[in-house]
Nanobody
Framework: QVQLVESGGGFVQAEGSLRLSCSAS????????MGWFRQAPGKEREFVAG????????HYEDSVSGRFTISRDNDKSTVYLQMNSLKPEDTAVYYC????????????????WGQGTQVTVSS
């Protein structure tokens, strides 16, 4: 069983930045591909970014490409999402996710979820 704990959410003005962190435990971190999803009020949860087990390959949803960067530190069992140039439409609960298929960079059905962290971007 893998436990994922997110941190770093908050309130920010448009064009600002936030960095989300997700710490993993309960499994060998470098056997997992990691990702971030988000869910805005009244909308379905959507994929945001994914990274393979060694961090060499990443994938982004089109609306965040060029603004968000996913990275990981396997020594710290942590994955990050650096979010720059934030827009009000980025407002959502952001979820960390993991899959035991280590090469996956675009997750569709993760094996594990974090509890979520709220990101609110004001205009």
């Amino acid at each position: 069983q893998v436990q994922l704990v997110e941190s770093g959410g908050g309130f920010v003005q448009a064009e600002g930045s936030l960095r989300l962190s997700c710490s993993a435990s309960g499994s060998t971190f470098d056997s997992l591909a990691m990702g971030w999803f988000r869910q805005a009020p009244g909308k379905e949860r959507e994929f945001v970014a994914g990274i393979n087990w060694n961090g060499r390959f990443t994938h982004y949803e089109d609306s965040v490409s060029g603004r968000f960067t996913i990275s990981r530190d396997n020594d710290k069992s942590t994955v990050y999402l650096q979010m720059n140039s934030l827009k009000p439409e980025d407002t959502a609960v952001y979820y960390c996710a993991a899959t035991t298929t280590p090469y996956i960079i675009k997750m569709t059905v993760p094996d594990y979820w974090g509890q979520g962290t709220q990101v609110t971007v004001s205009s």
